[in-house]
């Protein structure tokens, strides 16, 4: 194998050869080149960079062939950067930065600790959404965490489609998602206008409702069969005569918009109440069996990203400090 000729122009320290092929560089090169810079001694930059300083030498003059220029003066007693060096240095070391942050930024994807959660949840569970995302960020300061409203079977929709990778709903429309349930709350109150002859009462029996309209969420945007909500009630039995009306709406302070125009009365949970303090509606305690309506974290049951595992057991630390209490992580 014949030698490579190197000449070295005095006037800009440019190198020369008629051969111009040799390896490319690599990082560590550029390590080397960084740390001898700083160093400005080789025995010491070697014993740094774990190598000889015969091999260092080499790996700097390889660099330096591939960079056409030179970078060290080197005598019996000193090192010295040369001034096309100085000017290079700034860069290589840019450079090493942001290789050193992709190396990071690597890892944290492959570990899960990065990256964007895409998450959907249904009317009044902004509050536990809150405090569920704000947790999620102390354990996962670098998780974006990116929020939209919506019905609980477009979340189930858009959980399953890949739309989204988590929600947070009041019911399961369709079997392909994995649950966990945050909470469940009775809906015990019944919201009505003030007007309304109930009123009178401190509190409502299901023989009170005789002969009431109840409001409803409509089919065609909660995403349920028909009456399914109003079956699974206990208003449901026939010889109440308690009449549904389905409401193109989907949020409590639509639907309590509804109530004091005098549409209907309303069961409502009690966390309603706190989330939406009404004048024009007024609100009395129901004795009787109630509904429990349940606060569910659903996710894809056959694609559950490593972001999406950290929420899950997030959340399922989080119910697990509730005991019973509205004042947990995820209490709303």
């Known amino acids: 194998m014949s030698a490579v000729v190197l000449t070295v122009s005095p006037e800009s320290g440019m190198i020369e050869s008629a051969d111009r092929w040799w390896p490319c560089m690599d990082a560590e090169q550029l390590r080397d080149f960084a740390t001898l810079a700083g160093e400005l001694h080789f025995g010491r930059t070697a014993r740094r960079r774990f190598t000889s300083p015969q091999t260092l030498s080499r790996r700097i003059q390889d660099l330096e062939r591939e960079l056409g220029v030179r970078l060290f003066q080197r005598t019996s007693r000193r090192v010295e950067l040369t001034p096309a060096a100085s000017q290079l240095l700034v860069r290589v070391l840019r450079i090493l930065e942001e290789l050193d942050g992709l190396r990071l930024d690597a890892h944290d994807l492959a570990a899960g ?88 009462l401190s ?7 005789r002969g009431t309209t109840m409001l409803f969420s409509d089919p065609a945007i909660a995403g349920v ?5 109003w079956l699974r009630g206990p208003w449901s039995a026939p010889d109440l005569d308690i009449a549904p009306r389905y409401e193109l709406v989907l949020t409590e302070s639509e639907f309590l918009d509804r109530v004091a125009a005098g549409l209907g009365i309303l069961p409502v ?19 009787g069996p109630t509904e429990e309506v349940p606060d569910l974290l659903i996710w894809s049951a056959t694609k559950a990203e490593l972001l999406v595992q950290h929420l899950v057991r997030v959340v399922q630390r989080a119910v697990a400090s509730q005991d019973g209490s509205d004042d947990g992580c995820c209490g709303s």
């Open 203 to 209: 509190e409502v029996t299901l023989a009170d409702l």
């Open 225 to 229: 069969e028909p009456n399914v909500e």
């Open 113 to 200: 600790t990065t990256g964007s959660l895409r998450m959907m949840y249904s009317a009044g569970t902004g509050e536990m959404v809150g405090k569920i995302v704000r947790q999620l960020r102390v354990e996962y300061p670098k998780v974006d965490t990116i929020l939209e409203e919506g019905s609980s079977a477009k979340i189930n929709e858009a959980v399953v489609l890949g739309k989204i990778d988590a929600g947070i709903v009041h019911y399961i429309t369709l079997p392909a998602v994995s649950s966990l349930t945050i909470r469940t709350e009775p809906r015990n109150i019944i919201a009505m206008p003030l007007f309304h002859p109930l009123t009178g």
């Open 269 to 287: 949970r009690s966390s309603v109440l706190r989330r939406n303090p009404r004048s024009d509606v007024a609100f009395r305690p129901f004795v």
